[in-house]
């Protein structure tokens, strides 16, 4: 049965027949790709087949209308609603810190990327889970000096910029960003008074440790009478929040800082006034001096002689010694140590025994120059009294007599090995 050739179809024949796909050969020589899916059951190559397209403007229509809903939907979810920029505003100042705070962040729809800080127009720093934290501390800074700040919020739908805050850090004579946590204070009146200080001075307090928290006072660690639970409920331990001051390195003082800081209107070194310390409003130098220790008296060598004394101007004057015993005690001192020739051998034997004779009375006056002599108009023979004494003489083994004056000679070193 032939087919009538419907106007709107075409006529291809088919070249060639692959698993997926079909070429298309056209009456004039119009090479088309056609999927094999799409031909009639049991065409193969060389097979002649007709295709017929057609728009169908119904369901172009429907398509249309589902896609602008769509797209309304989406922009009604994403597009009306953008993140809101943070507004950053100014918790506590001190002399060297600025804590900032901001309300919780507004994304809509938007993803959040980052979350910085500038300072002076730079880039300080990026806020550490910026979707949990509010607030952040800044130290560190100049004392009395100018700064600003600003919040860059970054988000899948664009960034976002902060109002700009402009502060200027206090004074030392300022004592308004005082921001205290009570701890265990025992005396109630020197608490009392510690919580007027703060009011006079326009500083703050509380019972719990902020982010804005500078000091935290207390006179013992444990847990507050008002019913703070002890560090890991154990009895007698320390307080939590006395833990976390510790853990967060906020100075821990006596309630007596406050009182010093109102009397002097100015910040006090709290050196004086930590926990343990004896506080005190004006620093005497008995309590915080330290004591003048006496010079040690110079250590004794055990191997040294210890000196005589000085002789006292009552004691007599030791007498002068003969020019006969300095010139004796000269020799000794100078007489160099002699080898032990008790055991040398060899032909030359010198072992003596020598000793020095006793000591001879030293005439009152001795006259050995001639010159002297004739001055005097004496030339006779000395006297004997004034003889100078003999020599000492040493004797030999041999019984022989020798001069002490007489060299020994050479000496002979002998090989003992």
Known sequence: MTMAKSPDSFTFTVGKLDAGMAILIGERAHLIEFPSLLLPP??????????????????????????????????????????????????NVTQTSVTLEWPQLELAKAKLRSLEINRNGLRLAAIPSPLQNTSTKLSGLSVQTKYTFQL??????????????????????????????????????????AKIALNEMKAKWSDRIQIDTTHFVCTSPAPTPSGAQA?????????????????????VVQPQWLLACLHEKKMVPISSFYLGATPSSSLSTTTFSRPKSQPAA????????????????????NPMPSPETQARTTVKEEEPAKPNRMAMSGSRDCRLQF??????????????????????GTTDSLAPEELAPPLPIKESVNGEVEDLDEEVGETEEIDLS
């Open 298 to 317: 110079p250590a004794r060598s055990p191997s040294l002689p210890t000196s005589p004394p000085p002789p006292s101007k009552d004691s007599p004057p």
């Open 355 to 376: 000793k020095f004779p006793p000591e001879t009375p030293v005439p009152s006056v001795i006259v050995t120059d001639e010159e002297t002599r004739e001055a005097n």
């Open 152 to 193: 860059i919020l970054r988000t899948t739908a664009g960034v976002f910029h902060s109002n700009v805050v402009e502060v200027i850090t206090h004074a030392i004579s300022d004592t308004s960003g005082i921001s205290v946590c009570f701890g265990n204070v025992s005396d109630p009146v020197l608490l009392e008074s």
């Open 231 to 251: 560090a890991g409920n154990v009895i007698g331990g320390t307080g939590v929040e006395y833990q976390k001051a510790l853990s967060l390195s906020i100075p």
């Open 42 to 91: 049991g065409v193969t190559s060389g097979s002649i087949v007709n295709i017929a397209v057609h728009q169908n403007l119904a369901e172009e229509k429907r398509q249309k209308a589902e896609f602008w809903d769509l797209q309304d939907k989406i922009y009604n979810m994403y597009g009306r609603k953008l993140p809101e920029a943070p507004k950053l505003s100014i918790r």
